[in-house]
């Protein structure tokens, strides 16, 4: 199985700030990377798809770039609901595997 | 609207099975894969496998090869994940989601159920 990592795992930032999270793959998964944030007690909610398209009603400060293996999601002004743990997935060979998390609090 | 509904909690005795339900609604069911992933207590997201509600084709990850069971019943438009020999370590919430074969990536969720293993 493809192995994911994040980074940082944590972070503490402002409303206000960019944030940048990263999110690699133990191989190349060519575009098929999405990224999700989930709330305390909430089910997960898809933000990016294919490693860049946004999925709809998801705000435009979201974006994600990347190929093969090595992806980033940016959120361009950090708002209060934006405070959560996100969440990088891959899809390779019929499976899917999820990234460890990374925590966005506030400073 | 696109609901996923799961069944209730369980609590479960080391060893034992547990089997969750999942019932579709507001869109084609055969359509879209479901997907099963857990969370453990205070932990990250697991995928644990999906099945293909149109032809019952499953894909499991490695993990969990040979203790996963992941069936369909169309006619009632539920998904169905059965987990044998649970040990303390498969306490956890275990959500369903669906996906389409298009953009691999899961865009609805069910609410989550919490299974408890413990003597």
């Known amino acids: 199985d493809i192995q994911m990592t994040q980074s940082p795992s944590s972070l503490s930032a402002s409303v206000g700030d960019r944030v940048t999270i990263t999110c690699r793959a133990s191989?190349?998964?060519?575009?098929?990377l999405a990224w999700y944030q989930q709330k305390p007690g909430k089910a997960p909610n898809l933000l990016i798809y294919?490693?860049?398209s946004l999925e709809s009603g998801v705000p435009s400060r979201f974006s994600g770039s990347g190929s093969g293996t090595e992806f980033t999601l940016t959120i361009s002004s950090l708002q209060p609901d934006d405070f959560a743990t996100y969440y990088c997935?891959?899809?390779?060979?019929?499976?899917?595997?999820f990234g460890p998390g990374t925590k966005v609090d506030i400073k | 609207q696109v609901q996923l509904v799961q069944s209730g909690a369980e609590v479960k005795k080391p060893g034992a099975s547990v089997k969750v339900s999942c019932k579709a609604s507001?869109?084609?069911?055969?359509?879209?894969?479901i997907h099963w992933v857990r969370q453990a207590p205070g932990q990250g997201l697991e995928w644990m496998g999906r099945?293909?509600?149109?032809?019952?084709?499953?894909n499991t990850a490695q993990k969990f090869q040979g203790r996963v069971t992941m069936t369909r019943d169309t006619s009632i438009s539920t998904a169905y994940m059965e987990l044998s020999r649970l040990t303390s370590d498969d306490t956890a919430i275990y959500y369903c989601?669906?996906?389409?074969?298009?953009?691999?990536?899961?865009?609805?969720w069910g609410q989550g159920i919490l299974v408890t293993v413990s003597s």
């Open positions: 989601a669906r996906s389409d074969g298009y953009r691999s990536s899961i865009d609805y």
């Open positions: 507001g869109y084609t069911f055969t359509g879209y894969y």
């Open positions: 099945i293909n509600p149109n032809n019952g084709g499953a």
């Open positions: 191989q190349s998964i060519s575009r098929w």
């Open positions: 294919k490693a860049s």
């Open positions: 997935q891959q899809y390779n060979s019929y499976l899917f595997t």
